[in-house]
Nanobody
Framework: QVQLVESGGGLVQAGGSLRLSCAASGSIFRINAMGWYRQAPGKQRELVAHITSLSSTAYADSVKGRFTISRDNAKNTVYLQMNSLEPEDTAVYTC????????????????WGQGTQVTVSS
């Protein structure tokens, strides 16, 4: 089994910064793509940022130029550096990872973290 554990959320004033981390642990053969999603009250969950196994990145238009996703493969960890935070960024942020396991053969499935609250005050 695999666990994704997030950290780094909290309360920050508009214009401030936070750095989220998500560490994967367990029976891992390979971590493929990783991503950060967020869900604000009353809204649908949306993809914030995505990073492939080769570190190719993609961002939601609303965070381009302000957020940076990165990964440390040696630590099985993905990060989300969030700068110039706005009240509209307030949400529960959840990481996602596509992980390949190997037993007698390989299989791949997606895992989710438990989520971390980010609150930006105006």
């Amino acid at each position: 089994q695999v666990q994704l554990v997030e950290s780094g959320g909290g309360l920050v004033q508009a214009g401030g910064s936070l750095r989220l981390s998500c560490a994967a642990s367990g029976s891992i053969f390979r971590i493929n793509a990783m991503g950060w999603y967020r869900q604000a009250p009353g809204k649908q969950r949306e993809l914030v940022a995505h990073i492939t196994s080769l570190s190719s990145t993609a961002y939601a238009d609303s965070v381009k130029g302000r957020f940076t996703i990165s990964r440390d493969n040696a630590k099985n960890t993905v990060y989300l550096q969030m700068n110039s935070l706005e009240p509209e960024d307030t949400a529960v942020y959840t990481c996602n990872a596509e992980i390949t396991h190997f037993v007698t053969s390989t299989y791949t499935r997606a895992y989710w973290g438990q989520g971390t609250q980010v609150t930006v005050s105006s």
